[in-house]
Each structure stands twice: as C-alpha cells, then as structure tokens.
C-alpha cells in the first residue's frame, strides 16, 4: 500500500454536514422602515427639515469658508452629482449673504482724454440709475437750452457786432485805398482773377489802346504810381485772415461765454444730488469742459468750422452718447440687503469676467465705453459666485481667468479675440474692478481629485473643501428626519403630500439606492424624481394623496423603462443562446454573478465560469489575461487562487498543477475581483473531480486565506439569477451564495423575499471558501486532523491528492529523463 493510500485509510470524515449553512430569512433580505417615532397621516403634517439632512460636515465648512476673510478661502463642494449640492448650497449662502455689506453700483463713463481707457466709478447702491438718469436729463436739457441761447436776441446782437466790426474795418481799409487811388488818377477793379488797379481821366477807366498813346513819362509815371498802390493793397489783404481769425476768436469767445453761462446751470444742477461723491463732481467737471469745447453738437445752426469732431468722436457713433453713464452693476431698492449670490450655468469667458462688443461701421468693428458688458464675477462681487466645475474647464481660458482674477482681487475684461490674433481693431482698456467676493466651485470628487493633482494652485485658491455625504446611517432618528424631507420636497415642488406608507416606501427606496440596508441615500435629485413620478401615477389613479401603491408603480416603472438590455441579456439565456444551467449538476463548472451599468441602470446576470486542469509547473492560466480581456482587479483576484492553492495543499510537494480558468461566452472586458470566489469553486471542483449544484450561484471576492469577502451590487446579482430561475420555473432549490459581510446590503424587491419566504429561492450568507464548496457539492470541505490529513472523502483531501496525483506524473518524467516531454505535456 502506498503512502498516500495510508493516508486515506487513515482518515475519518467530519459529522459535519453542508446543510447547516441556514439561508436568510425575510427580514435579512429586506429591512422595512420604522416610523413608529413620528405620528402622522400624510406630509402635510410633518414640519419640513430646516438644513440638508445628514451633511453636518459639509454644512460647517461652507460656514467656516462663508466667514472667513482671508485671501485664498474659496469653496470646493464635491459629492455626488444627484445630491442637488448646488440647490442646498445656494440656500444656505443665502443666509450668509444677508450678512455681508450690501455691495455698490459700477459705473462705466468716457474717458475724455483718453477714450480708449473708460473710467469705472463705484456709487453707493441704488444710485447708478440715478446718476444714469441724471446725465441723461442733462443732456436732454442742453439741447433745449444751448440752441435757445445760440439764438437769443443778446446773443444774436454780440455776434452781429463782432461781425460788423470786422466788416467795417475791412470796408475802411478798402474805402481808405480806393479814395487815395482816384486821388491820383487809379482805379481799384474787382475781376474773377481779384482786384486789380487800372488808371483812369474823368472818372472813366482808361482802355489800355488810349493808355498805350500816352506820353512814355504820363505812362512811367502812372506805373510807378500803380505799384505804390498795389503794395498798399497787398498789406491790406494779408491782413485780412489776421482780421477773419481775431473775428473767429471773438466768436469762439462769445461761444465759450454763452455755453459756460448756459451749461454751468444745468451742471450745477446735476452736481446737487452727488455733492457726497467726489469722483462724480469730477466727473460732471470733466462734462462741463468737453461741453464748452463742443457746444457746436448742439447748435444745429452754428458754424461748423467752431468745434469740428474728431476722427475718436466719429467712432462714438451718436455724439451725444460721449456724456452717457454705463451702468454695469446695479442694485434696486427693492432687492433685500446683504451681498448677492449669483450662479453661472455657461461660464465662457465673456460671460464670466464680461465683455466688449462692437459694431461694424461701414466695415469696421468699431465699439465705444456704452458697449461694456458685466460679467459675473460683476454681478456677484460683494457675495458669492458659484460655478460648476466641469463647465468651467469645458470653456477655453475660463479656468486660468477665474485664478488670475481671484489672485489680482480685480476683474479686468480681457478680449480674448486680441490674445490669440484673431482681431487687430482698436479695443478698449476699461478700468480694472476691485474684486471681493466667494467663489464656490462644485464638482464630483473625481474631478476634484485629479485637477488638485495637476494643477498646485487648487489648493493655492480654493482651501476650504466642503464634502458632502452620499448616505447617512439608517436610524429610527435618520428616519424620522428623512420623513420630513420627502415632506419639504413635496411641499416646494408643490406635489401631492404622500401617506404614511408611501413615505415608508420611500424611504425603503433610499436604502436601496445606497445600496445598504443600514444607509440612506442623500441623492436629492433622485427622490424628487421619484415623487413627482408617484404623485403622477397618484393623480392617475385619482387619489388626493399619494399612497403606497403610486410609489411602487413608479419605481417599477422607472426600472421597466431603463430595462430593454436586461431583458434582451436574460432572453439570451433562456434560449440558449448564452449557456447557463440552472439545475443538475457539473464538474469544474460554476454560475458566477456579474452588474452591468448603463447609465443609472444597473442589473445583475449569470455568467458560466469554467475551469480545466492537468498535471503542470505550478501555472494557474487565466484566459481572459492570456488575451487582454481581463482588468488588472480580475488579474489579480485570479493570482490569488494560486496563493490559496499553494498555502492550504500539498505543502511537502511542488505545485505540479496546469489549470486554465475562463467566463465563458464573455466577449466585451472582464474586471473586477468579485467572481474570484466562484473561480476558486471551479479549480477545487476540477481538481477534486466533484461536480458543483448549476441550481446556485455565487458571487464574492476571496483572499489568500480562503475568506469570502464583500463586493458590490449584491441585490442586483440576487435579483439577476432569480429572474432566470423564475422564467424557469422555480423548483425550490435555487438560490444564491454572497459574502455573509453582504448581508447589510440586501434591499432585495419585494417577489424575491416572496420566493424566499415561501421556500422557491434561497440567499445563503457564505464566510469562507470551505462553506460554500460544502453547499455547492454537498460534500463537506474537511479540516486537517491531528495527523496533518484532511478527512477521508472531503473536498479538501480529494484535492491534495488530486495534486500529489499530479507531482507524482511529473516526477516520473523527470527520472526518465524527460523534463522537456514532462514540460511540453504539462503546457
């Protein structure tokens, strides 16, 4: 007799047996919700929760970054993107909004000295539309008022004499000429080529053929005579534009006396109500100067020579418009007091630190002060700013915008357009802002995560990181306080109150959606959406109220609507297309449990797992690495079965094994560690050559040590091998093996436990690997006596010798000499 005969003579099996693994009872699988706390009847009479529920953590930091004065203590919100963060942040900023100081208007005005560099003014708030106004009743006034003047009869007399004077000296100069010329015989003609001097007897002029009969010293004399004349005359008309501009000057001068008398009025009368803001008597005195120097504008019938625009005013369009106020950001009387909380959906860089528009002219973009929008960082300076993360970095220029401004503490409108080359028209350079605000950013925690590892200067500007919860613990306290939110969503939403077992529903539904028994869901977005779908189906049905029955459509009906795949994937097994067994038994082959994710959708399906073995060198071979459709999780939940094998079997014998493992018809990637338990079922059944129940399936991740430990999506997979089993008819023996750690995540639907209880389905809670392969071949695993065996006819002792069988093959093709036969055979 051999030595490993010896071995199984020697050996007693346990009295252990596999069917003391008890499967979960209903209140196990489902854990129904608890209001006995909170009396009432419908929502209605529930007092709505005043703060998020369950977010104290969150709630403290964005108090603590709210208060904060220091530069560099933004907010960071992250969480789930179903949480509403933005909704229940906004209110709460709102609050601490009404503390701050209420913030001032912002004014635009030309720059008349340098009109490509308007001038921002800061008002108190509420009077940048006065000012505006102000302006504009000014100007309105000066039309009136500066022709009516220019057309006064005083006016009208002065300007008449300046004119006459100039006129009479003229005429006296020339009069004066005339009388010496006709005193000598010459007279002054007026031809098309000007004057000219031609001599002359009796007051007749003489024709140059008598004048040509003349004595030669009548006609020397008279020349010389003409010439003394003509320089008289010349002196004479190059005074004239001396005369013409001292004129000119004479009128500007009673131009300058008029339009200062005339607008000093209306200006005096515009500086009353902002005798408190010196920059605005600045102003209007800057107003004052450039109207006297332009009075012109006004006057339809002045000169135009008297104050002529200029190329920078023709760019302006309206002249009128140089005297406008822009008002960029304004405060009504109306609004309440505290800074302003303001939320930007696109934030493009215009829209987010403002912009310059422009107007094409004739062909050319031309653009003045008027045409200076505010952004939102306008908008909310004095407050907060809140901004959704992966829409700002989806926006060229945004993201670095945002911290150069935040590092500046001023906003200054950038023409993007100029940065990159695509326009070379004349722009503008307003005034930079001063900046004093909160920038609240929102985001998930993965994109958190990874820009504060890419770029150093998140942490530089955003230090304060509010967090908010996904779930909170499940309590009769949690409870009561989510009660009371299904009660303020319905009452802001202005659905129909919900009774109380459809609030026990709903709040069931959130334990489902954190997937954990013992946990609620924090995702607002998801219960909103689920009560207004149950107050639908509510009216529907015609009830005031909304009751148990309308909350269980709608969640029934939410799944149906998401579940075409599911359907197609579970019609796949039923006709055989994909193969899965769901009675009898086989060897080395096991149903394994796997979640697809679509979306929000997520189901379970049955997945056949196979595995062959032969004697080897010790490799474990998985099929889906071998040809890169494995994940490196999978990869590495299926070396640990290698680890397992080596430290629990033949440890005086080298591994002598050669197994393939394989997801059969799996044809897209496989990841993920949670059927590295199902796999290790199917090596231990190959090797110990006992066949395995097809009526059970197993999900759960294993360790070196043979320990069942927790995946995700427990109630899907559940939920994924019952509705196969049930298309099948339900024989009563079926049923699922999870992680016993899984069982506080079980929220399974309503007909499952229906089948549980009844007897037809069964959930067995599994802690270790020689309990489930107990329960799948009905044999019991085996534990090492005193004599270092595992019992006769265990699971275990039939797979130690199964590989001692193994090393023995390659033993004896080493003593032949055969290494490269025992080689090739074994791969």
Not at 263 to 282: C, H, M, N, T, Y
Not at 535 to 558: L, P
Not at 666 to 681: H, I, K, P, Q
Request: proline share 4%; with cysteine; net charge negative.
């Amino acid at each position: 007799m051999s030595n490993d005969q010896q071995q199984v003579a020697g050996a007693q099996a346990p009295a252990a047996s596999p069917e003391t693994l008890a499967a979960l009872t209903p209140p196990q699988l489902y854990r129904k919700a608890s209001l006995d706390a909170l009396p009432f009847k419908t929502t209605d009479e529930l007092a709505p929760v005043e703060t998020a529920v369950g977010q104290q953590r969150a709630l403290d930091a964005i108090g603590f970054g709210s208060e904060i004065d220091r530069d560099g203590f933004n907010i960071f919100v992250i969480g789930s993107s179903r949480a509403r963060m933005q909704e229940t942040v906004k209110t709460i900023l709102s609050r601490f909004a009404e503390r701050r100081k209420r913030p001032g208007d912002w004014v635009y005005i030309n720059n008349f000295k340098e009109a490509h560099k308007p001038i921002a003014i800061e008002l108190p708030a509420g009077r940048a539309a006065e000012f505006r106004d102000v302006m504009r009743r000014l100007i309105a006034d000066l039309k009136v008022a500066l022709p009516a003047m220019f057309e006064s009869e005083d006016y009208q007399s002065r300007r008449n004499a300046i004119d006459q004077t100039f006129q009479t000296r003229q005429g006296d100069a020339f009069t004066a000429l005339r009388d010496k010329a006709n005193a000598q015989g010459i007279t002054i003609l007026r031809t098309p080529l000007g004057l000219t001097l031609a001599p002359a007897e009796n007051g007749k002029i003489v024709p140059p053929e008598e004048f040509s009969t003349w004595p030669a010293e009548k006609q020397k004399q008279v020349q010389e005579v003409i010439r003394a004349l003509e320089q008289d005359l010349e002196s004479i008309l190059k005074q004239v534009p001396q005369w013409e501009k001292l004129r000119r000057d004479e009128i500007e001068k009673l131009n300058r006396e008029t339009a200062q008398f005339a607008v000093g009025q209306s200006i005096e009368e515009a500086k009353e109500p902002f005798a408190d803001l010196p920059r605005v008597l600045q102003h209007l005195e800057a107003v004052r100067a450039d109207l006297v120097d332009n009075v012109a504008m006004f006057v339809i019938k002045g000169e135009g020579a008297e104050g002529s625009q200029t190329e920078s005013d023709a760019r302006l369009g309206n002249p009128f418009d140089r005297y406008a106020v822009n008002v960029l950001v304004q405060t009504t009387s109306d609004e309440a007091t505290g800074g302003p909380v303001v939320e930007e959906l696109h934030p493009t860089l215009a829209r987010l630190i403002g912009s310059i528009e422009y107007v094409s002219r004739q062909g050319t973009l031309v653009t003045n002060f008027r045409l200076i929008k505010a952004g939102a960082m306008h908008r909310a300076n004095g407050g907060f700013l809140l901004l959704d993360l992966r829409t700002l970095l989806m926006e060229p220029f945004s993201w670095a915008a945002l911290k150069r401004m935040i590092r500046q503490r001023e906003v200054r409108i950038e023409d993007v357009g100029r940065f990159i080359g695509l326009t070379s028209t004349v722009s503008l350079e307003p005034d930079p802002i001063p900046l004093d605000l909160k920038v609240v950013l929102f985001g998930d925690r993965l994109l958190y995560y990874l820009l504060a590892a890419f770029d150093p200067e998140v942490s530089e500007h955003f230090k304060v990181l509010a967090d908010f919860e996904d779930d909170i613990d499940r309590s009769a306290e949690s409870e009561a306080a989510h009660a009371r939110l299904i009660a303020a969503i319905a009452r802001k939403d202005g659905l129909r109150p919900l009774d109380r077992d459809a609030v026990a529903l709903v709040i069931e539904y959130a334990a489902r959606l954190a997937d954990h028994a013992g946990k609620l869901s924090l995702s607002l977005g998801e219960l909103r959406d689920l009560l207004a779908e149950a107050g639908f189906w509510a009216e529907k049905s015609g009830h005031a109220v909304t009751v148990r029955e309308a909350v269980d459509r709608a969640i029934t009906q939410r799944e149906y609507r998401a579940s075409r795949l599911r359907e197609r994937a579970q019609e796949s097994i039923l006709r055989d297309f994909a193969l899965i067994d769901t009675a009898g038994v086989a060897v080395g082959q096991v149903n394994g449990l796997s979640v697809t994710e679509l979306g929000s959708f997520r189901f379970g399906r049955p997945t056949r797992i196979t595995c062959r073995v032969r004697p080897g060198t010790g490799k474990l071979v998985d099929i889906e690495r071998e040809v890169e459709m494995g994940g490196p999780i999978h990869s590495k939940g299926v070396l640990i079965l290698s680890g397992f094998l080596a430290g629990r079997f033949a440890l005086d014998t080298p591994m002598s094994l050669f197994a393939s493992l394989v997801f059969e018809q799996s044809y897209g990637g496989v990841e993920g560690d949670s059927a590295s338990s199902a796999e290790l079922y199917a090596l231990l059944s190959a090797l110990s050559e006992l066949p395995l129940r097809q009526d059970l399936a197993v999900t759960g991740s294993v360790n070196q040590h043979g320990q069942i430990q927790a995946i995700g999506g427990a109630n899907e997979k559940i939920e994924g091998f019952f509705d196969i089993c049930k298309a099948r008819g339900l024989a009563g023996s079926q049923g699922v093996l999870i992680p016993q750690s899984n069982v506080q995540n079980l929220m399974l639907r309503r007909e499952v436990i229906e089948a549980c209880e009844a007897g037809k389905f069964a959930v067995y809670p599994v802690s270790t690997i020689d309990q489930g392969i107990a329960l799948l071949t009905g044999r019991p695993s085996g534990e090492r006596t005193a004599d270092g065996l595992f019992p006769v006819g265990s699971v275990n002792r039939l797979v130690e010798d199964r590989l001692r069988a193994f090393a023995r093959i390659r033993q004896s093709f080493a003593a032949a000499g055969l290494p490269d036969a025992a080689k090739g055979r074994a791969e």
